[in-house]
Structure formats: structure tokens, C-alpha cells
């Protein structure tokens, strides 16, 4: 038997103990389902594509672009 702090308070409890007797905080953590592991994933992905994109256009450097009917100063 040892003591292992809680993951939220940090209050040293036994190994054999599934709750912290502290904050009530399961000692082994909660495991989330990987549907919520998933989604999260998506989400961030969903807004640092755009992000980074926006970015990466601010960054580059804007091309002039010439017009396509200029008048000559040469005029036959």
C-alpha cells in the first residue's frame, strides 16, 4: 500500500482507495470515450485550418497585378 496524490487537489491517498477522500475526484482518473476524444480532435482541427490559413495569406506578400489594357505612351 502507498500513498499517491490526487490528481486534482494533491492530497496524498492510499493506493487501494478508488475516490479521493479530499475532493471526492476518482484516484485512477476518468477515462473519457473516444467519441469525446474524437470530437475534440475535430474541433480544434475545424479552427486552427482556418486560422492558420488566414495567417499564411497575411504573411505572403501581395502580388500586384498589372491591368490588361494599358494605353502606350507611343501612339502611331
Keep these: 500500500m ?3 496524490p490526487c490528481k486534482v487537489c494533491g492530497v496524498l491517498n ?13 484516484t485512477k482518473g ?13 474541433l480544434v482541427l475545424a479552427f486552427l485550418i482556418p486560422l492558420i490559413a488566414t495567417l499564411i495569406n497575411l504573411i505572403k506578400p501581395q502580388q500586384k497585378q498589372l491591368p490588361t ?3 502606350t505612351s507611343l501612339n502611331l
Design 2 to 4: 502507498s500513498l499517491e
Design 14 to 26: 492510499s493506493s487501494e482507495e478508488e475516490i479521493c477522500l479530499s475532493c471526492g475526484f476518482p
Design 30 to 42: 476518468r477515462k473519457r470515450p473516444l467519441i469525446f476524444q474524437v470530437a475534440a480532435v475535430v
Design 69 to 71: 489594357n494599358t494605353k
